[in-house]
């Protein structure tokens, strides 16, 4: 699959629990992450958007754990996004540099609050949508 951001990560030792494997929630910790770190890219600050009254928050997830990453291993977060009315879909995928396999996907739909009111943001468009 073809993704328009991708990013590198590595698992710390604390975000594993008893069995040696990662938290599942940190999961969702990687995935915020690399969308973070896409906005940056494309040239959008979260935290000014934030300022300015503009707030893209979470509406929903779908989340399918395939591979357990465990300490220490690194891995390739990668997303590609859509828009579908006034939410923004994101496809989220990590995986295991060590063997390149699946080890998580998401679908993450966001909706922007404008003061906060359900709306659609221009910045937002322009950043997301012309990747």
């Not at 828009?83 to 995928?93: A, I």
């Amino acid at each position: 699959m073809n993704y328009v951001f991708e990013t590198t990560m590595e698992v710390r030792d604390y975000e594993c629990d008893i069995q040696g494997i990662v938290n599942n929630a940190n999961y969702l910790h990687y995935t915020e992450h690399t969308r973070h770190l896409f906005l940056k890219d494309r040239g959008l600050s979260f935290a000014a958007m934030h300022r300015k009254g503009v707030d893209a928050v979470v509406a929903r997830m779908k989340l399918n754990y395939k591979v357990p990453l465990r300490c220490d291993d690194r891995f390739r977060s990668c997303l590609n996004v859509r828009k579908e009315g006034l939410r923004y879909v994101f496809t989220q995928d990590l995986y295991r540099l060590e063997d390149n396999r699946l080890s998580f996907r998401a679908e993450v739909e966001l909706v922007c609050l404008i003061d906060g009111h359900l709306g659609s943001s221009p910045e937002y468009d322009e950043a997301l949508l012309n990747a």
